[in-house]
C-alpha cells in the first residue's frame, strides 16, 4: 500500500468507528482480516493515524467543523504533522488508492488560521469533563488532563507466582526493554512502542504474567486478601483482580467472583486454567439476586464498579467524545446501588473495597460519600492500614502514603504516578 492508501483507510476505519459502538482496536483488527493485502507495516502505519486523531479528535473536528474520518485525517495532516496545504493535496490526489481531492471548504479551513482553542478543547476532553478535572486538581488539571489523552500508554505486566527479576531477564533475552513497576512489586512495564505481543510470548501461555495496568494491580492488593479468607470479587469483569486476589491467597480460602454478565464470567475461565487458579464463579440477577449465602461472611469484598472509563482514555481515547454528563449522573446512582448490595457480604472487621478506573469526582469521591452516608456500621479505613503488603513495593507504599495524605482514599493517574485513572476507598464494617 502507498502512504496516499493508508490515509483512505485511516479515514474508513474512523467512519467505522465514528457509526459504531466497538472499541477500535476490535474496528482495527476487523480492517486488517478484511483486507489481507495490508502487510503488517501498512497495518501500523494506519493504526498510526488512526489513534493520532482520535486522541486529537475534539481539535481537529474544530479545526474542521467536521467530525467525518475524512476531515479528522486532513485536520491530522495539517494541525499535528505541519504539512503545507500543496503537500496535503498531492495525497489527496485522488490518483490510484489515493483519497479523492480536496474540496475548496477543505482547503479553506486548513489555510484559514485556527486562532486560540480553549484550553479543554486543546486537551481533546469533553467541556464538562475538564470542568471536572479542575475541581480536583486546580491549576494542574491541563497536565492531568494530556497525560490521560495524548501519549500512548505503556504495557504492564504481573508476574504470577514467578521471580520478577528472571522474568525480566528473559524478556530482555528477546529483545525486549522491560521496567520494573514503581509501585507494585510485581509489576514489569513495557514500552508502548514499538508494540509488543504480549500474548505470543511463551510466559504469557504459561500463566507466568497477566496483562495488567499497575493501578489496577494495586487496586487489587489493597483488598489484602490472605490465605484461609473468604473474598468476593463482585463486579469481576475481565478478572485481572480476581487472579492477582488468588496469587495473594496462595491457593487457601476461597474467593467468588461474580458479575451480570455472563460472557465476562466465561472471559475469566481460561484466564484461571492458564495460570492454575481456581475461583467460584457466579451470575448475578439484576438486583444482585446469587450472593444470599454469603450475607455477612467475607472477610474482604472489592466492588470494582461499572464506570465511565475515563481513566483508560490514553489507552481507548475513541470513547472519551462518546460519554455525556447524563451518562456519569446514572453511573453514579448505580455504584451507590452496587456498593450497598456488595456491603452486606461483608462480615464485622471485615473490609470493603470500592475502586473505579474513573477520575470524575462524581463516580469516586462522590460515590464513596453517599456510601459513608447512609452506611455508619462502615468506618474509613486509612490507606496506611493496607499498604503493608509483599505485592507492593516498600518504596511504592511510602509513595502511596504520601498521595492518601493520611486518608482512605487513594487517586492514581498518568500524571501522578504514571499509571491508568484510578480510585480506590477503603472501609471496615464495625466489629
Known sequence: MTPHAHLAAAADILDRIRSGRAPAEGVLKDWGRQNRYAGSKDRRAIADRVYKCLRAQARLAHLMQDESGRALVIGSLALIDGLAIDAISEAFSGVGYAPSPLTDEERRRISADPGEAPAWLEAGLPGFVADRLKTVYGDQWLTEAEALMLPRAPIDLRVNGDDRDSLKQGLEMLGYKPALTPFSALGLRLPSEPPPNVRALPAFGQGRIEI????SQLAGFLVGAEPGMTVVDYCAGGGGKTLAMLQAMGGQGRLIASDVEKTRLNNIRPRLKRAGLEADLRQLGAD??????????????????????????RRRPETAH???????????????????????????GGRLVYATCSILPDENEQSAAAFASAHPEFTPLPLDAALAVPQISPDGARQLSILANGGHMLRLSPAATQTDGFFVALFERKA
Open 212 to 215: 495488567q495496568d499497575e493501578g
Open 322 to 348: 462518546a460519554l455525556t454528563e447524563a451518562e456519569v449522573l446514572r453511573l453514579h446512582a448505580l455504584q451507590v446501588t452496587i456498593l450497598k448490595r456488595a456491603a452486606r457480604l461483608v462480615k464485622p
Open 288 to 313: 444482585g439476586e446469587g450472593m444470599e449465602d454469603l450475607v455477612g461472611l467475607a472477610d474482604r469484598v472489592l466492588v470494582d464498579a461499572p464506570c465511565s472509563g475515563s481513566g483508560v482514555w
